[in-house]
């Protein structure tokens, strides 16, 4: 298996501008989880999906970020519109249901001008 | 309070000693302890977990746990080079079995 995969693995934008990182979780994987990680504020979880369905977004900053799995294969995070306080690299992870262990993706750095 | 605290570091540890990491955490209800390595620059993966009181060894690493004290430890023997690595310790909160919550990691340093 390619394992986590995500793109674009680096992104620069303008303050205003819409954001979107993609997501495909290791097949076959039940959970998906997206975290962002800055020096400040270290690995934060922003929300996570258990067969597609979103269970916990508490972790979400604002309503500026959005978040949807359509399928099993594919999830979306949406920043609109994006701040210079949103530069962070985002990992998205998946697991297994009954397994704690969680696969993370290469991460997307993330830099708003 | 964080949830998870972790020393920050940079913990310097000459090639070959032990390298020890500490981490406590608020939550009294966890069940499950997890310390994850991430190399600079990369994602973060999982080393070790631990459930139970005690000791869990798994090669040169050894997660050690005190719920008592809230109290998680990662102790990696004859330290290398590559073991440089940031560490991260992470539980799950009483409140859901499915989700994880980190600590803002300790930087561990090999010297040779």
């Known amino acids: 298996d390619a394992g986590v995969i995500q793109s674009p693995r680096h992104e620069v934008t303008e303050m205003g501008q819409e954001v979107t990182l993609r997501c495909k979780p290791i097949s076959g994987h039940d959970y998906l989880f997206w975290y962002r990680q800055t020096m400040m504020r270290g690995l934060e979880l922003l929300i996570y999906f258990n067969n597609n369905v979103p269970i916990d977004d508490s972790g979400m900053p604002e309503d500026r970020f959005s978040a949807k799995m359509p399928n099993a294969s594919f999830s979306t995070l949406k920043i609109q519109p994006s701040e210079p306080r949103d530069s962070a690299v985002y990992f998205c992870?998946?697991?297994?249901?009954?397994?704690?262990?969680?696969?993370f993706g290469p991460g997307t750095r993330l830099t708003v001008t | 309070q964080k949830e998870v605290e972790q020393n920050s570091g940079p913990l310097s540890v000459p090639e070959g000693a032990i390298a020890s990491l500490n981490c406590t955490y608020s939550d009294r209800g966890s069940q499950s302890f997890f310390w994850y390595r991430q190399y600079s620059g990369k994602s973060p993966e999982l080393i070790m977990f631990?459930?139970?009181?005690g000791d869990k060894e798994d090669g040169r690493f050894t997660a050690q746990l005190n719920k008592a004290s809230q109290y998680v430890s990662l102790l990696i023997r004859d330290s290398q080079p590559s073991d440089s690595a940031t560490y991260l310790c992470?539980?799950?909160?009483?409140?859901?079995?499915?989700?994880?919550?980190f600590g803002s990691g300790t930087r561990l340093s090999i010297r040779p």
């Open positions: 992470a539980v799950t909160p009483y409140s859901s079995a499915s989700k994880i919550i």
């Open positions: 992870a998946s697991s297994l249901e009954g397994s704690y262990e969680q696969y």
């Open positions: 631990i459930y139970s009181n």
